[in-house]
């Protein structure tokens, strides 16, 4: 954190905004995270005889969904890779801002 604010030394605002940001894209995706998983019910769209199923990572159909339905949980399944990519690569940016100066 010193370091960020050495290098905005006159423009402390600029870094304090620039740390709640960082922290907001790391909290973010996150919260998106647990809410997909909440929203497709611990499982993904497959069409199993015909039909669109909700199944588990294990092969269990949860229930059948309509055309609808199974559109949207793919949605859902390409949310939840942006979500997980957008935390990998706050990590990075957090630990620049919140690093001790040795």
Not at 53 to 68: H, K, N, Y
Not at 79 to 94: C, D, K, N, Q, T
């Amino acid at each position: 954190m010193r370091r960020v604010l050495t290098i905005f030394a006159g423009i402390g605002f600029l870094a304090s905004f620039l740390i709640h940001l960082a922290t907001f894209f790391s909290i973010n995706p996150a919260k998106q995270l647990q809410w997909i998983l909440f929203l497709s019910q611990g499982g993904g769209p497959a069409i199993r005889d015909g039909k669109y199923v909700l199944q588990s990572p294990w092969g269990r159909i949860i229930r059948e969904l309509s055309e609808e339905e199974y559109e949207r949980q793919k949605d859902y399944l390409a949310r939840e890779f942006s979500a997980g990519w957008m935390m990998v690569y706050s990590f990075p940016l957090l630990h620049g801002l919140y690093r001790e100066e040795e």
